[in-house]
């Protein structure tokens, strides 16, 4: 746990098709980047358009298909009440706090995953678990 340096990046912009929603944007507002057990992280942060909006992080990382749900995880969805913040321009970053998508659970549900930047090479054992029903 601890705060991470945001930076502006370059903006970038995916779409996901939600059956039910029709699409979602979610905006690349910034570069995170942080250190885990002297391993240097780099991921992207979003922002969601529509939807409820908010910022958003979902991340992939090596323990993901073992202990965690193979598509990955989210960290940070403003949207679903998950505000870490430590203050009006710091975020807490706290993988404690990471947990399984929607469709984890149920493949009736659409989940927006990590895009490639957003995979980390190392695993991240902190956080939600994930065990197949």
Request: with cysteine; charged share 15%; glycine share 12%.
């Given at each position: 746990?601890?705060?991470?340096?945001?930076?502006?990046?370059?903006?970038?912009?995916?779409?996901?098709?939600?059956?039910?929603?029709?699409?979602?944007?979610?905006?690349?507002?910034?570069?995170?980047?942080?250190?885990?057990?002297?391993?240097?992280?780099?991921?992207?942060?979003?922002?969601?358009?529509?939807?409820?909006?908010?910022?958003?992080?979902?991340?992939?990382d090596g323990?993901?298909?073992?202990?965690?749900?193979?598509?990955?995880?989210?960290?940070?969805?403003?949207?679903?009440?998950?505000?870490?913040g430590a203050?009006?321009?710091?975020?807490?970053?706290?993988?404690?706090?990471?947990?399984?998508?929607?469709?984890?659970?149920?493949?009736?549900?659409?989940?927006?995953?990590?895009?490639?930047?957003?995979?980390?090479?190392?695993?991240?054992?902190?956080?939600?678990?994930?065990?197949?029903?």
């Amino acid at each position: 746990m601890g705060k991470f340096g945001a930076r502006p990046s370059p903006p970038h912009t995916y779409e996901v098709d939600l059956p039910h929603d029709g699409l979602l944007r979610f905006s690349r507002i910034a570069a995170v980047h942080f250190t885990v057990k002297e391993q240097a992280g780099q991921l992207s942060l979003f922002w969601v358009e529509g939807y409820g909006g908010g910022l958003f992080l979902p991340f992939r990382d090596g323990t993901n298909g073992r202990t965690t749900y193979g598509g990955g995880r989210y960290l940070y969805d403003a949207i679903k009440g998950a505000d870490l913040g430590a203050g009006q321009t710091d975020i807490l970053l706290d993988f404690n706090f990471a947990y399984n998508p929607s469709c984890a659970y149920n493949d009736q549900w659409v989940c927006p995953l990590a895009p490639p930047e957003n995979q980390l090479p190392f695993p991240i054992a902190a956080g939600e678990k994930h065990t197949p029903l």
